[in-house]
């Protein structure tokens, strides 16, 4: 039982990365159109401000704005794209569907039953529009259950075949005539059920905000130590896309989830400063001066005759988390050989945020610099006080330093560059780095290589049961995990770590794995059809 609830998570982990990966492109490209239409940075530079340029920018954050009153559709269809076994386009335009009789079932029934409020005087009623059809305000829950419920009946029913003058009504059509009566009860069940989830969510979200810095502890640490499981991003969703990151209004339009709220702000020149509830996305202190202090400690603390190649290890992957905030190469390079390290980093992440909580810093900073840069520079100081989110980001780099270095010198931590003789403890060494990067860059006939070194360290083809990836990690369901070599992953395929969990798999590759994740689809002639 345990076993197959892990598995079900990790499923709708990955699954959940669908829209939770997407979303944020958005953002940018509103921050972006900030950019253009921010009048301090215009009268900085005169020639931007023109009927294009400011138009243009106008355009492109009110256009991306809209996506936020319907993340609930978002995520009804990348859930089902995610969690369908085969015929994932069919399954995604089937929650379409789905989701379309759902909304117009449940206005209907409440219409019926004399359930709709009058429409000029929805704030504060429970009820909102979606799509133009009043219903209850469910937010992106619905599409998360639509998104599960519309998967588990896609892949039940897909591969159902009639005969003769019913052989039409088969397949994905089928799927979608058991959807029909199933949204349809659903909607009418929720219209009682919901209200009482809603009470329960308001009750929690009091409870997190009523714990102040603790609660905020508790996230930003939590979110760290789920790395290992790749459950981490089930911690930070809620608290983005739903009330549990609290509710604001903007523009007159009420808002839910520390993302939507503090994306609908970026694009309001009226807001003088950004809600506090944007604390729940300013993870990246860790990412882009923690970890960088902890790469500083491991490179002190490694033996003399190792240092060259620890440098050359550890400054691809410290840079690639200053910039874009992928960590998982440096976590793994301590996680395992000292876990104690992996738990006072989480300690310390969840540490970062209640100092920027406790000093009222309003910056935008979910991921590394880039990010960062573009998010908080066009807003100004006044409206999220960036400066103090980078001299909090240096005090941190310093403790970093001191406690990792510490750490690893008083308990002789055999991180990188300080194994036993012949039990080396690295990302991959410097040759196996040029030749990863290589491979990166190489052909066909190179990324089949890999695909096959990779497979046969799986224990075949046979033994693979299910391949997808998330933004860093190939991850795989394998008949039998003990077949596994992990030495050959590390050494010749330049994974940078492996985590085993009964039989899901995971093998960390950071931000080629999309690349590596489509050579083996292709080795093993699926075309990522799972």
């Known amino acids: 039982m345990k076993q197959k609830t892990m598995e079900a998570m990790q499923r709708f982990s990955k699954a959940m990365f669908i829209p939770v990966l997407i979303l944020p492109i958005a953002g940018i490209l509103i921050a972006l159109g900030n950019v253009f239409t921010n009048e301090r940075l215009l009268e900085v530079i005169p020639f931007l401000d023109n009927p294009v340029t400011t138009g243009f920018g106008s355009i492109l954050s009110g256009s991306l704005v809209s996506i936020l009153s319907n993340l609930g559709l978002i995520f009804a269809v990348g859930i089902t794209v995610g969690l369908a076994k085969k015929e994932k386009s069919v399954a995604g335009f089937t929650a379409l569907l789905g989701y379309l009789v759902f909304v117009n079932a449940m206005n209907k029934f409440m219409e019926l039953t004399g359930?709709?409020?009058?429409?000029?005087?929805?704030?504060?009623?429970?009820?909102?529009?979606?799509?133009?059809?009043?219903?209850?305000?469910?937010?992106?829950?619905?599409?998360?259950?639509?998104?599960?419920?519309?998967?588990?009946?896609?892949?039940?029913?897909?591969?159902?075949?009639?005969?003769?003058?019913?052989?039409?009504?088969?397949?994905?059509?089928?799927?979608?005539?058991?959807?029909?009566?199933?949204?349809?009860?659903?909607?009418?069940?929720?219209?009682?059920?919901?209200?009482?989830?809603?009470?329960?969510?308001?009750?929690?979200?009091?409870?997190?905000?009523?714990?102040?810095?603790?609660?905020?502890?508790?996230?930003?640490?939590?979110?760290?130590?789920?790395?290992?499981?790749?459950?981490?991003?089930?911690?930070?969703?809620?608290?983005?896309?739903?009330?549990?990151?609290?509710?604001?209004?903007?523009?007159?339009?009420?808002?839910?989830?520390?993302?939507?709220?503090?994306?609908?702000?970026?694009?309001?020149?009226?807001?003088?400063?950004?809600?506090?509830?944007?604390?729940?996305?300013?993870?990246?202190?860790?990412?882009?001066?923690?970890?960088?202090?902890?790469?500083l400690a491991m490179y002190h603390t490694a033996k003399p005759e190792n240092k060259a190649k620890v440098k050359a290890i550890l400054i691809p992957a410290a840079f690639t988390s200053f910039i874009a905030g992928v960590?998982?190469?440096?976590?793994?390079?301590?996680?395992?050989?000292?876990?104690?390290?992996?738990?006072?980093?989480?300690?310390?992440?969840g540490l970062s945020m209640v100092v920027l909580n406790i000093l009222d810093v309003r910056a935008i900073g979910p991921n590394g610099m880039i990010d960062f840069l573009l998010y908080n520079l066009p807003l100004g100081f006044e409206k999220t006080s960036w400066p103090m989110y980078i001299l909090v980001g240096i005090i941190f780099f310093v403790i970093y330093y001191v406690v990792f270095r510490f750490l690893i010198t008083k308990f002789n931590f055999k991180t990188v560059g300080r194994e036993e003789q012949g039990k080396e403890t690295k990302l991959y060494s410097k040759k196996e780095y040029k030749e990863k990067k290589s491979k990166e860059k190489g052909s066909t006939n190179e990324n089949a290589d890999i695909a096959n070194l990779i497979v046969d360290a799986l224990g075949g083809a046979e033994n693979i049961n299910t391949v997808t990836n998330c933004y860093t990690r190939l991850r795989l369901t394998l008949h039998q995990p003990n077949l596994v070599n992990e030495e050959i992953l590390k050494t010749k395929t330049g994974a940078n770590g492996i985590i085993i969990k009964d039989k899901n798999v995971q093998v960390v590759y950071g931000l080629q794995v999309t690349a590596i994740r489509k050579a083996v689809d292709s080795y093993l002639g699926r075309e990522q059809t799972e």
């Open 115 to 295: 359930l709709l409020v009058e429409a000029e005087s929805l704030q504060g009623t429970g009820q909102t529009l979606v799509l133009g059809v009043q219903i209850l305000d469910m937010g992106v829950f619905l599409g998360i259950i639509l998104g599960i419920v519309t998967a588990y009946i896609h892949n039940k029913f897909i591969d159902t075949e009639f005969n003769g003058a019913f052989q039409i009504y088969g397949g994905s059509r089928f799927v979608f005539i058991v959807l029909i009566p199933v949204a349809v009860l659903m909607a009418v069940l929720l219209t009682y059920i919901w209200p009482v989830f809603q009470s329960g969510i308001n009750s929690l979200g009091t409870l997190i905000q009523h714990s102040g810095n603790f609660g905020v502890f508790l996230y930003g640490g939590l979110e760290r130590l789920l790395i290992p499981t790749g459950l981490h991003h089930l911690v930070y969703t809620p608290f983005l896309y739903t009330s549990l990151g609290g509710v604001a209004e903007v523009g007159g339009q009420v808002l839910e989830g520390a993302r939507n709220i503090y994306y609908a702000e970026i694009a309001n020149s009226a807001v003088a400063r950004l809600s506090e509830s944007v604390i729940w996305d300013a993870r990246g202190i860790a990412k882009m001066y923690g970890l960088i202090g902890a790469c």
């Open 327 to 349: 960590t998982e190469p440096i976590e793994f390079s301590f996680m395992f050989v000292a876990p104690i390290l992996f738990v006072v980093h989480a300690g310390l992440s």
